[in-house]
Structures are given as C-alpha cells and as structure tokens.
C-alpha cells in the first residue's frame, strides 16, 4: 500500500534552515506529484507548493518563494523540503502528500507531518 | 488568490444530517470539477473523503456526499455519527497548477 513516511521532530532557533524529508513507498515515486502542505498551532492547512517527482520542477505558493525549496531523490523514492531563515510563526506540522493519480490535483495519501518548533 | 470561504463551525445530533459549505469564485470552485473533501481529527493527518466534487474514495462511507452549485461547493455528512466529529478542509484546483484550500469547518456532533 502507498505509505509516505517523513523525518521526525524538529526544534530550531529563529534564522536557522531546515530540511524534511518524506519518503514514498507502495507505488512508482515517479508517477506523481508531492504537494507539501503546513498546520500552524490550532490553525487550518496551508499549502505550500508542489515537486513533480519525475521531472524536479516546482511550483511554490508566492508567500514560500525565495525560502522555501523542495527537491526529490529518485534514488530512493524520497522529497524533501527545506525551509530557510526560519521565524517562530514557522512553528507547525509540515505534512508531504501525493497527489491522489496522475492527472489529478486531489492528495490522495498523506505523510504522518513533522512537528517543527521555531524557538530561541 | 484567497482562501475558499468554509464556516468556523457546524453541529449536529447523531443520526441527522450536516451541510458545510465551500465558497470560492469563478476562478477555482466555479471553473474547474476539481473539489476535494478532507477529514482531519486531532493529531492526524488528513484523510481524502470526496474528490472532484462528487467521487468517493474507496473505504469511505456513502454518509458522505459532495455537490456543487456556481461557485460553491458542499459536503453532506448524512446519519451523523460521532466519529465524524472532526475539522473538513475543501481545496479546489485554481487552474495553472495552483490550488486553494478553504479554511476549515469543525464539526460537533452533540
């Protein structure tokens, strides 16, 4: 079955960078689109962009552009995030999802997210 | 382009039915047949419960059915049970590769 697994919890200081992984098994990692999405404290889903997993390109929501930069291993099935010049609002669950085929923008299977906390 | 506009909060009893609404503009939820559905509860990740408008994964129980009107959408929690009491995220293509979500809906079941 189509799992995705990402890294686990994080704790950085203000300015700091960071990289999350997600690693895609159960299916041809290839085939399709990861979209990363992020949930602040008590606050609702923001989508942050997409990498197409065959070909590498992005597309990053306007806000995440400049700080935010997500690549793919195809080696081993795995995409990653990073996010630079970290702020304490930064301070969420950051969740990788596939796209639920290969023509759809649905997110049909989800990441377990990985709580980054933001603190000096 | 802004955020799809959903309601803060919804309730119901068990066994009645729920609608939560999703509004956006002609420019996403009224252009494209692209809605999706999402169920959340605490501490986990969300679950696709309804995609392009009306479509069920597998697994998911027919209590839960998806519509569209112009330029918004609705899901419909039919014979409200309490294990639907969670938050429900609608996202919709917004063409150009780009999605919108909504806000999210917690729904109480009293």
């Known amino acids: 079955q189509v799992q995705l697994v990402q890294s686990g919890a994080e704790v950085r200081e203000p300015g700091a960078s960071l990289k999350v992984s997600c690693k895609a098994s159960?299916?041809?990692?290839?085939?399709?689109?990861i979209h990363w999405v992020r949930q602040a404290p008590g606050q609702g889903l923001e989508w942050m962009g997409w990498i197409n997993s065959n070909s590498g390109a992005t597309n990053y929501v306007p806000k995440f552009q400049g700080w935010v930069t997500m690549t793919r291993d195809t080696s081993i099935s795995t995409a990653y995030m990073e996010l630079s010049r970290l702020r304490s609002d930064d301070t969420a669950v950051y969740y990788c999802?596939?796209?639920?085929?290969?023509?759809?923008?649905?997110?049909?299977?989800w990441g377990q997210g990985t709580l980054v906390t933001v603190s000096s | 382009q802004s955020a799809l506009t959903q309601p803060p909060s919804a309730s119901g009893s068990p066994g009645q039915s729920v609608a939560i609404s999703c509004t956006g503009t002609?420019?996403?939820?009224?252009?494209?047949?692209?809605v999706s559905w999402y169920q959340q509860h605490p501490g986990k990740a969300p679950k696709l419960i309804i995609y392009e408008v009306t479509k069920r994964p597998s697994g998911v129980p027919d209590r839960f059915s998806g519509s569209k009107s112009g330029n918004t959408a609705s899901l419909t929690v039919s014979g409200l049970q309490a294990e639907d009491e969670a938050d429900y995220y609608c996202i919709s293509y917004a063409g150009s590769n780009n999605l919108v979500f909504g806000g999210g809906t917690k729904l109480t079941v009293l």
């Open positions: 159960g299916y041809t990692f290839t085939d399709y689109f």
């Open positions: 002609s420019s996403d939820v009224g252009s494209y047949n692209y």
């Open positions: 999802a596939r796209t639920r085929d290969r023509s759809s923008p649905d997110l049909g299977d």
